[in-house]
């Protein structure tokens, strides 16, 4: 595998250019010149946005939270000889990595949890919750049914379901729910139990299912005095404000992939475990350097050619790739993004 190529910003040929991307029918001319493209698009724009990507025969790296099936596009993206990864952030993304390279070291894998949350780092009343990103997108995690895999079989559950309790050095109590956060794992990988779980400080999911069932999370408008208005849209324009981080308030990110399998012909479990905090040295907050360094790592190694595999490549493919996954760690690494691993015996 070829080195990833490194360089300040500064190196990069940047320029900013103003578009609405629903008024153009193709990017062809918008992506002129372009060797490669990372899509950070609010989800509901994601599909279309990649799919044009792709007919402009751009490789493409996607963070965009989108509901449909990125494998729609997979004929399109091979006929058009591009690499198209999806789904490259935190969660899915980095933990999606973890797994394919265990995927392809170990003999078997019986057992995948992932457990994600971006919090504030100070507990405030009411919601103890900040977006650094599209609140949109965030509210689209409690309402969206979430799947994962039982026994072999894909069950699915209501969003901010099965709310368990976990500890977490440095950070404490948790509140773990489910969220549609496997996605394309449970098309992709073969083990008969995956999950991916949500984290927040306790007491939100509960607040935010009174917001769900109480109609405020619909996206169907319904008429107000006359006026159509989708209550999503509201409560999404009311929350920002009140999620959005204020001067002196920083976040944190909890990540904790744990897998249990088979390694040389014995019971093995491994454990990543990620506690990521804003950087006060850049300003960069915690869910942007998680998020963001995992998708610009993948981006230099597509677009250095040290990983190239045309079609819809989810990142679980991605770890699959030899060396790609301790390249992308590495990659972190350099930004202070480190993990603790631990692997026990299983009996």
């Known amino acids: 595998m070829r080195p990833p190529r490194t360089g300040s910003p500064a190196d990069a040929p940047v320029r900013g250019v103003v578009a609405d991307l629903h008024t153009l029918d193709r990017y062809d001319e918008l992506l002129a010149g372009a060797e490669l493209v990372v899509c950070a698009v609010p989800g509901f724009l994601g599909f279309a946005t990649l799919q044009k990507i792709i ?7 996607d963070i965009s939270f989108f509901g449909e099936d990125p494998f729609l596009l997979d004929e399109l993206a091979r006929r058009k000889e591009v690499t198209a990864v999806v789904d490259c952030g935190v969660a899915p993304g980095l933990s999606n990595i973890l797994f394919g390279d ?5 003999d078997r ?17 009411p919601f103890e919750y900040k977006a650094v990103f599209s609140p949109v997108d965030v509210l689209e995690e409690y309402t969206r049914p979430a799947r994962y895999v039982e026994h072999g079989r894909e069950v699915v559950r209501p969003a901010l379901s099965d709310i368990e309790l ?26 008969p139990f995956m999950k991916e779980k949500t984290l927040r400080y306790p007491g939100h999911a509960n607040l935010m299912r009174v917001f769900r069932e109480s109609g405020f999370l619909d996206p169907h408008p319904v008429a107000v005095d006359g006026v159509d208005i989708a209550p999503l849209r509201l409560t999404a324009k009311l929350l920002f404000e009140q999620w959005r981080l204020q001067e002196g308030e920083h976040d944190l990110t909890v990540l904790q992939v744990v897998v249990d399998g088979v390694e040389a012909g014995r019971g093995v479990r491994y454990t990543y475990d990620l506690i990521d905090r ?24 597509v ?11 989810p990142p679980e493919y991605v770890g699959q790739a030899a060396g790609v996954a ?3 760690l590495a990659d972190l690494a350099a930004r202070g ?8 015996a299983l009996t």
């Open 55 to 61: 007919e402009a025969g751009k490789h493409v790296v």
């Open 102 to 106: 265990l995927a392809r070291r170990l």
């Open 109 to 125: 894998i019986d057992r995948y949890d992932c457990y994600v949350g971006g919090l504030p780092q100070t507990r405030c009343w």
């Open 166 to 191: 976990l500890d977490f050095p440095q950070v404490g109590t948790l509140e773990a729910f489910n969220t549609d956060g496997l996605r394309t794992l449970a098309r992709t990988m073969d083990a």
């Open 278 to 301: 804003f950087d006060a040295a850049t300003g960069v907050t915690s869910m942007a350097r998680t998020t963001g360094y995992t998708c610009t790592a993948v981006a230099r190694l």
């Open 303 to 313: 677009a250095s050619g040290a990983f190239r595999q045309p079609g819809i490549c």
């Open 326 to 328: 301790d390249a992308v």
């Open 337 to 344: 993004v480190n993990f603790t691993v631990n692997v026990t």
